[in-house]
Nanobody, 124 residues
Framework: QVQLVESGGGLVQAGGSLRLSCAAS????????LGWFRQAPGKEREFVAAISGNGVKTYSADSVKGRFTISRDNAKNTVDFQLNSLKPEDTAVYYC?????????????????WGQGTQVTVSS
């Protein structure tokens, strides 16, 4: 069993920044991949970024490349998500997800555990 708790969401103006964090507990943290997904009202939950168990490989959606950065600290059992140059279309609930395999993917169905989500709202 893996428990994930997100934090760091909030309201920010367009062009601003936020830093999300996800604290994990349960199974050996460094063994599993971690991802961030988001869901805007009336839309499907979509992939945003992911990082492999050893932190070597990262993946990002085209819409956030160059703006969002995912990183992990295996000593602290956390994964951080730096969101820069935010746009109104980034407004969504952001979810942290864990995949027991250490291989990061972009497919929502590949992830085994999910956090409760944290709201990010970007005003124009």
């Amino acid at each position: 069993q893996v428990q994930l708790v997100e934090s760091g969401g909030g309201l920010v103006q367009a062009g601003g920044s936020l830093r999300l964090s996800c604290a994990a507990s349960g199974r050996t943290y460094s063994n599993y991949a971690l991802g961030w997904f988001r869901q805007a009202p009336g839309k499907e939950r979509e992939f945003v970024a992911a990082i492999s168990g050893n932190g070597v490989k990262t993946y990002s959606a085209d819409s956030v490349k160059g703006r969002f950065t995912i990183s992990r600290d295996n000593a602290k059992n956390t994964v951080d998500f730096q969101l820069n140059s935010l746009k109104p279309e980034d407004t969504a609930v952001y979810y942290c997800a864990a995949r027991l395999s250490g291989i990061a993917t972009m497919a929502r169905a590949d992830y085994d555990y999910w956090g409760q989500g944290t709201q990010v709202t970007v005003s124009s």
